[in-house]
């Protein structure tokens, strides 16, 4: 069964740092991008970035680029999305989801359960 | 970036309803289309992707539409486990965005 499994519930004061991850399991690892989305409390969904875990290769939406950083351990399979300086905006639902691609469309599926990142002083 | 836009932003309906959700893209994104259910607490599910492919597992009530620029996502009888929140998802171009989300409610 291909899973991802993130890292639990984080609370944290503003200037704080803060990485969470995604473990990924049954399916190799290294094929296929994963990809980060943010849902603030009773908001939508929005797409922050994605990486390549075989070479590390990573893209970013201008509206998330410069504020987090993606990255990927392969030898353990796990994605990381991380923080330097968190603010209280940055308070929301985190998601990690393997992207799979055909010839017509790319698209996000499974998801991982989701971290719930709240940034309060 | 390519903006999505769903409509109706919200919609009630009975159970039995047949209820179609439209996704319109600020672009031609050709059929890189997909949809996602979302119930309250839990994380999105893919429901239909390129378009008009039912992801498997998914009831064949559920059924997509389009191309270009406007698409539909038509529930064919709804049943009570289908009141949620669904989102259309453009990965024409990066950045992909999501559709703001439709709120579909118990009448």
């Known amino acids: 069964e291909v899973q991802l499994v993130q890292s639990g519930a984080e609370v944290k004061k503003p200037g704080e740092s803060l990485k969470i991850s995604c473990k990924g399991s049954?399916?190799?690892?290294?094929?296929?991008?994963i990809g980060w989305v943010r849902q603030m409390p009773g908001k939508g969904l929005e797409w922050m970035g994605i990486?390549?875990?075989?070479?590390?290769?990573?893209r970013y939406s201008p509206s998330f680029q410069g504020q987090v950083t993606i990255s990927a351990d392969k030898s353990i399979s796990t994605a990381y999305l991380q923080w330097s300086s968190l603010k209280a905006s940055d308070t929301a639902m985190y998601y990690c989801a393997r992207r799979y691609c055909s010839s017509t469309s790319c698209w996000f599926d499974p998801w991982g359960q989701g971290t719930l990142v709240t940034v309060s002083s | 970036d390519i903006q999505m836009t769903q409509s109706p932003s919200s919609l009630s309906a009975s159970v039995g309803d047949r209820v179609t959700i439209t996704c319109r893209a600020s672009?031609?994104?050709?059929?890189?289309l997909n949809w996602y259910q979302q119930k309250p607490g839990k994380a999105p599910k893919l429901l239909i992707y390129a378009a008009s492919s039912l992801q498997s597992g998914v009831p064949s009530r559920f059924s997509g539409s389009g191309s270009g620029t406007d698409f539909t996502l038509t529930i064919s009888s709804l049943q009570p486990e289908d009141f949620a929140t669904y989102y259309c998802?453009?990965?024409?171009?990066?950045?992909?965005?999501f559709g703001q989300g439709t709120r579909l409610e118990i009448k």
């Open positions: 998802q453009q990965s024409y171009s990066t950045p992909s965005t």
């Open positions: 990486i390549y875990p075989g070479d590390s290769d990573t």
């Open positions: 672009q031609s994104i050709s059929s890189y």
């Open positions: 049954g399916y190799s690892f290294t094929s296929y991008w």
